[in-house]
């Protein structure tokens, strides 16, 4: 490995956000910043509407699978990761959603910190990004009216709606209105509940992604691709470094952890592994949301995707256009969404919400909390091409928010380059299978509406029926990851006996290491998850630059 012998202050393994923050401090501390993936920097994996197929190109993502789902019919879901600079950023769909008030009070109250609550949370979601909305307040100013103190607008990150929307992105928030659905101008307000156009890490057609943060850094920033991290090395219970061979596989939080003697003792023992220090609870708790589509073909005048999607040259000429200035279809086609998070009186009047623990029954009481998300316009071909020969087509989403259930991830090996076995355990509790009921019952509703129904011109993917029975049987055979894992080295407090770090991200009875990404947050947040990400590297850089007196240049 290049640099092998040379000294850092901090070595960070596939953190863009922590590395940038504490490489501007004005003390100039020595940063190494490790990826086990390429740069992957063409110009082309930025453009907006084909965000939906980066997670498909050769090189940017690691393939993994979870094991066959037991409340699944047996499935084995797709459970991609982001390889390369820029982590999942670089692969993901791109909604730019801060989830609830309630969410980051809940993980304060958890780890016994305010840093966490929404107050401080949000100061730091406003100092990340550059809210970008004159174009779509402009046009659409109906549907968007964000307030001011409530976004960024001088951050590094360059987020908003699309300028032009598809033809028929409007009259979808209208079909939502008229179906009874509450209407929300601005889904990051801290309170998500109702319906609205989504916000996108996306700006004048262009993707935004973590790699931005490291643009313009300093020389004492170091960054080397290429390379994955193997295991830590310790001298007795303190971190000094850690081993990296060429271009090896991807390790997640927990794995890199295992590997080098630290997690559940009989896991480590089972694969020879030298136990220095046993964490039962590294591996555990895996929470994740899952989803699944409905679908129906639509008359070709209720919108104008067939007429671009459909036509062999359009999408290289759309592409040509787009390197020259960022403009054309593809800143249009697959650029904008509607959506928004909701509650159920269904679910809360439900047997298995009285089941659940008075605690997790009053914070799904929450005000800002909901039960469940919809989404409009996924543009389903682009996952799964020759799904429908007519790109008219609506396609409408539910995400279960708020699961029950709980996974683990487990070593199969102490060979570096076998990945985990991960079992998020979809649907295994019963909440989580009302939710699902629940929340597709109100996508049927939305669809069955005459202001929906009069453009449909037939199903495309849906249940058999609309019993109870039905709807779950749908979820079992369809259900999807929404990439969202969280929560397998979950913080805590001291007496927390499911918690592997601290509210300064030391992971327990070790110095010298910190986790910082989605395996520590303790809260599964109302959100694509993206966010949540980038407000862990802040935070947790935040602490660092406090514990070592340095001094962060905005």
């Keep these: 490995m290049a640099n092998n012998t040379k000294e850092f202050d901090f070595i960070i393994v596939g953190g863009c956000t922590i590395a940038s923050r504490l490489a501007s401090c004005s003390e100039k501390p020595r940063v190494l910043l490790l990826e086990a993936g390429k740069h992957n920097d063409s110009e082309d994996l930025m ?42 950023t670089a692969i993901n769909f791109g909604f730019w959603t801060v989830g609830c008030r309630g969410d980051y009070d809940r993980w304060a109250d958890l780890v016994d910190d305010p840093r966490f609550d929404w107050v401080h949370m949000q100061a730091r979601f406003k100092a990340l990004e550059s809210f970008q909305t004159e174009d ?58 109702g319906i609205g156009p989504v916000i996108n890490s996306c700006y004048q057609g262009r993707r935004t992604t973590a790699i931005t943060l490291l643009q313009n850094s300093s020389n004492n920033l170091t960054t080397i691709t290429e390379c994955s991290v193997e295991r830590l090395v310790l001298e007795g219970k303190r971190v000094i470094g850690v081993e990296a061979a060429g271009a090896r596989c991807s390790l997640d939080t927990p794995k890199l952890l295992m590997l080098s003697g630290i997690g559940p003792a009989s896991q480590l023992a089972k694969h020879g592994i030298p136990i ?43 592409l040509e256009t787009w390197r020259i200035d960022g403009t054309g279809s593809w800143s249009i086609f697959g650029c904008q969404c509607v959506g928004g998070w909701l509650k159920s009186p269904s679910v809360v009047d439900s047997f298995e919400f009285k089941q ?126 929404t990439w969202h894992m969280t929560g397998t080295v979950k913080m805590g407090r001291p007496d927390d006996p499911d918690a592997a770090v601290d509210r300064s991200f030391r992971v327990r009875n070790l110095e010298g290491l910190r986790v910082a990404d989605m395996s520590v947050v303790p809260v599964l947040p109302n959100s694509h998850t993206q966010v949540t990400a980038y407000l862990v590297g802040a935070t947790c850089a935040d602490v660092l630059i406090e514990e070592y007196d340095l001094s962060y240049q905005v």
């Design 47 to 88: 453009v907006d509407g084909q965000r939906w197929t980066t997670l498909q190109q050769p090189g940017m993502n690691w393939g993994y699978t979870t094991v066959s789902q037991e409340y699944c019919n047996g499935r084995q879901l797709d459970y991609s990761r982001g390889r390369g600079l820029g982590g999942s």
């Design 356 to 481: 659940l623990p008075r605690a997790e029954q009053e914070f799904l009481n929450g005000e800002t909390v909901p039960h469940y998300e919809l989404v409009s316009h996924f543009p389903f071909h682009m996952l799964i091409p020759g799904v429908s020969e007519d790109f008219s087509y609506v396609c409408l989403v539910a995400f279960l928010m708020n699961p029950q259930s709980r996974g683990e991830v487990t070593l199969q090996s102490a060979d570096p380059t076998v990945p985990l076995l991960f079992n998020p355990r979809f649907l295994s509790h019963p909440y989580d299978r009302r939710v699902a009921i629940e929340s597709y019952r109100d996508l049927l509703k939305l669809s069955a509406h005459p202001s929906f129904s009069k453009d449909t011109i037939g199903d495309l993917i849906r249940p058999q029926g609309d019993s109870d029975e039905a709807i779950l049987e749908f979820w079992r055979q369809f259900v999807s990851s």
């Design 136 to 193: 779509a307040e402009a046009s659409y100013g109906d549907y968007v009216s964000p307030r001011r103190d409530d976004h960024g607008q001088h951050g590094p990150l360059k987020v908003g709606y699309a300028k032009l929307w598809e033809r028929d992105i409007v009259p979808m928030l209208d079909i939502f209105r008229d179906a009874g659905f509450p209407i929300t101008r601005d889904l990051n307000s801290g309170n998500p509940l």
């Design 276 to 318: 220095i220090c046993d964490l039962s609870a590294i591996g555990q708790n895996l929470k994740d949301h899952c989803h699944v589509p409905l679908a129906f073909r639509r008359s070709k005048e209720s919108n104008d995707r067939h007429s671009f999607y459909g036509e062999p040259t359009a999408s290289q000429e759309a």
